[in-house]
Nanobody, 115 residues
């Protein structure tokens, strides 16, 4: 099982940027596919971006070209750089670590984008 702690959320104006971090412990970080998901009030949790152990990335259409996911295996940390933020990006952002037979979640960090 992997323990995950997110940080970096906050309040930002539309057009601004934030960088989220997710620190992992308790497992071999490099073997996990890491992902960021988000959940807005009244909506289901949705995929934002994932990065596989080999570095291949995948993004939701809504964030392509604006968000960048990256990982530092030496620091057991995954990042989400968010640029050109929009009010519709407002949500709680969750970090996920996945490998066959296992999926772990952090507690989330709030991102609020004002118009």
């Amino acid at each position: 099982q992997v323990q995950l702690v997110e940080s970096g959320g906050g309040l930002v104006q539309a057009g601004g940027s934030l960088r989220l971090s997710c620190a992992a412990s308790g497992s071999i970080f490099s073997r996990n596919t890491m992902g960021w998901y988000r959940q807005a009030p009244g909506k289901q949790r949705e995929l934002v971006a994932t990065i596989a152990s080999g570095g291949i990335t995948n993004y939701a259409d809504a964030v392509k070209g604006r968000f960048t996911i990256s990982r530092d295996n030496a620091k057991n940390t995954v990042y989400l750089q968010m640029n050109s933020l929009k009010p519709q990006d407002t949500a709680v952002y969750y970090c996920n670590a996945k490998r066959p037979g296992s999926s772990s979640w952090g507690r989330g960090t709030q991102v609020t984008v004002s118009s």
